[in-house]
Structure formats: structure tokens, C-alpha cells
């Protein structure tokens, strides 16, 4: 317990980093139409553009992340986590400054970057971090609990948008995200898990078992093995036939999932022109009925179905919400499927465990 509440600092970190990212979602779908197809409820360019941004952060993030994990090994995970969260307040100052096309497609650019050094960077930092400071026995509460930080990251931001103005959206963003810097660097201590030197063996020769070219080979070596190559991908494929398949569900719903969120609110404004608001109320419905599910329901069913069972519970309800949007003949057919995720949010939890 006592090591739980050496985490406080992280968690507030966290939590303020969470809240700057989620609030910015229910807005940026009324910025993007209005800087690139002003006065429209339409617009194919803000759906390729959104696509398109989606597939190069994905590509990045499966290549920095790895990186960006193994770096935070030999250097501490604070200040690795610096790197993404600072750079996520670059693009949220630019649209709090003005949301004019030029500045969207700026804001577009650099907020491309940034999310493929922090789009999964943080939360598996965060996760690293817990796992350093909490023995083994204790680490599935303090993982409980940073979800549930982020859960309520997710439900404290989507309140404050809804209830103030685009503009003023972007300049609290931008001002809770510095502050989520800042109190990380001064609060929070440092954590090296390799630190020591029994850690780091192959690096810690002496001169008469070593010498300097060697050692500087070796350095180099180390450096290169940082980034996992497309046959330790396959390898780490092949040593598991669970894992394989888990990774094959997961893709294929990410890839699915990846599609409706890069679509969805576009094609809610234009079916039944929604705003900030409704894309609020829609988020603040989803993230209380995902997180009482998580906290709730899901501990209640899993010991008696099963993860498989919960697994394709969530795989089937998640293709039926889907299917109901694309039918959808009213405006209050996308409120009445948010029931559905209540069970959605079984598919990665069971992944995961897998």
C-alpha cells in the first residue's frame, strides 16, 4: 500500500495528461470541417485527411514505441515520458491561437508527430513506471487503478468541453497540458530499472576483458538492438500460437475500430448535423458505461464465462454498434447504441490477458 501511494505523482501527471488529450476530441471535429470546408456539414477532404493521419501514426508508434520503451530502460522513465507529453502541447497552443486553415494545417502537421512519439508512448511508460516501484503481488491494483485514472482523464475532460467554448477548449487544453509537464518534472522521481551495474553486464567489462574497439562495438550494437527488427517481430509470432492469434483479433479489430472513430463524428454532422455537444454528451456516455463495465460488470461475468466467451461477446456486439450507426435513421439511434459499451469494452482487456 505504502508503495501505491508513492505513485500519487505519476497519477496526477497522468490524469492532467489525459484531460488535455480527451477534451480536444469533441471539438476538433467542428474545427477541421470549418477550416477546410467552411459552411458544410460535408466533407470527403476532412475524412481522407483524418485517415491518413491515423495510418502514419500507427506506423510510427510501432516503431517508436518499442524505441522509446527500451531508451526509457537506460535512461529513466521520466524523461522519456518528457519528450511526448511536451510535445503534445506544441499543436494544442497552435489551434488555441487561432483555428484558421493555415494553422489547422500546422496543427495538423506537427500534431501527426507528436502522436507518434506519445499515441501509445505514455500509457506504456506509465505502466513501465508502476511496474519498477510496485512488487509483483501489487501491481494488478496499481494497473487497476492508473485505467481507472485514465478513465476518469477520459470523463473529466469530455465534461469540461462540453460545457465551454471551442476556443476556449483549446487554451485550457494547452494550459492543463504545460501544467501536466511541469508538475511531472518537479514532482516526480526518476525510475531506472538498469540502473545497476549487475543490470547491464555486456557494458561493464574491465579494461583487461575488453578492449576499446570491442567496447565501442559493443555500445554500437546495443544501440542498433533498441529497435526490433521485422524478425523479432515474426519470432516473438511463432513462440506463441495463443499470443498469434490474440494479435491477429486484436489487429483486425483496431483496424475496424480505427475506421469508425476516423469516421464517425464526421459522419454524425453530416447525417444529423451534431456539434461539440452532442459529441460530448455521445463521449460522456461511453466513458461511464466503459468504465462501470470494466469496474462492474466485467470482474462479475469473466470468472463465469470465461475470457473467450467475453471475448467474442465483445467482438459481436462491437460489428452490431457498428452495423446500427450505418443504419442509422434518427438522431437518437446513436445515443440508444451506446448501450453497447457496456460489453465492447471486453474485446481488450481479453486480448490482453491472452
Not at 490524469?15 to 467542428?30: E, H, K, N, Q, R
Not at 508508434?61 to 502541447?89: F, H, Q, W
Not at 551495474?197 to 578492449?211: C, R
Request: glycine share 6%; net charge neutral; hydrophobic share 55%.
Amino acid at each position: 500500500m505504502e508503495k501505491l501511494r508513492g505513485l500519487g505523482h505519476l497519477f496526477a501527471a497522468v490524469l492532467l495528461y489525459g484531460m488535455a488529450s480527451f477534451m480536444v476530441v469533441p471539438a476538433i471535429t467542428d474545427v477541421t470541417m470549418s477550416a477546410l470546408c467552411p459552411g458544410k456539414d460535408e466533407c470527403s477532404l476532412a475524412i481522407y485527411l483524418s485517415g491518413l493521419q491515423q495510418a502514419i501514426v500507427g506506423f510510427g508508434t510501432v516503431i517508436l514505441t518499442p524505441l522509446i520503451g527500451n531508451l526509457s530502460d537506460e535512461y529513466g522513465r521520466k524523461a522519456l515520458l518528457t519528450i511526448p507529453m511536451t510535445a503534445s502541447i506544441i499543436p494544442l497552443v497552435i489551434l488555441a491561437y487561432s483555428r484558421e486553415t493555415k494553422f489547422f494545417y500546422a496543427y495538423f502537421v506537427l500534431r501527426t508527430l507528436a502522436a507518434m512519439v506519445g499515441e501509445g508512448t505514455i500509457n506504456c511508460l506509465a505502466l513501465a513506471y508502476v511496474a519498477d516501484n510496485v512488487p509483483g503481488m501489487e501491481r494488478v491494483s496499481a494497473f487497476g487503478i492508473l485505467s481507472g485514472v485514465l478513465s476518469a482523464a477520459f470523463v473529466f475532460g469530455t465534461l469540461v468541453a462540453r460545457f465551454i467554448s471551442t476556443a476556449l477548449t483549446f487554451q485550457v487544453a494547452a494550459a492543463v497540458s504545460m501544467v501536466a509537464v511541469v508538475y511531472m518534472r518537479i514532482f516526480l522521481k526518476e525510475s531506472i530499472p538498469l540502473a545497476d551495474e549487475s543490470a547491464q553486464p555486456i557494458l561493464k567489462g574491465s579494461e583487461t576483458d575488453v578492449d576499446q574497439n570491442d567496447s565501442n562495438s559493443v555500445e554500437k550494437t546495443h544501440v542498433f538492438k533498441k529497435i526490433p527488427s521485422i524478425g523479432d517481430l515474426i519470432s516473438l509470432l511463432r513462440s506463441s500460437k495463443i499470443f498469434a492469434q490474440a494479435a491477429v483479433v486484436a489487429f483486425f479489430n483496431n483496424l475496424a475500430e480505427g475506421g469508425l472513430q476516423t469516421s464517425l463524428l464526421y459522419f454524425l454532422k453530416a447525417r444529423f448535423h451534431f456539434n461539440k455537444t452532442q459529441f460530448a454528451d455521445l463521449m460522456l456516455i461511453v466513458g461511464v458505461a466503459g468504465t462501470l463495465s470494466q469496474l462492474v460488470l466485467m470482474p462479475l461475468l469473466a470468472p463465469v464465462l470465461g475470457e473467450k466467451r467475453l471475448l467474442s461477446i465483445g467482438l459481436f456486439v462491437g460489428f452490431s454498434n457498428m452495423f446500427l450507426y450505418s443504419l442509422a435513421w434518427a438522431a437518437w439511434v446513436p445515443y440508444a447504441t451506446t448501450v453497447f459499451s457496456l460489453f465492447v469494452v471486453f474485446v481488450s482487456p481479453c486480448c490482453l490477458n491472452e
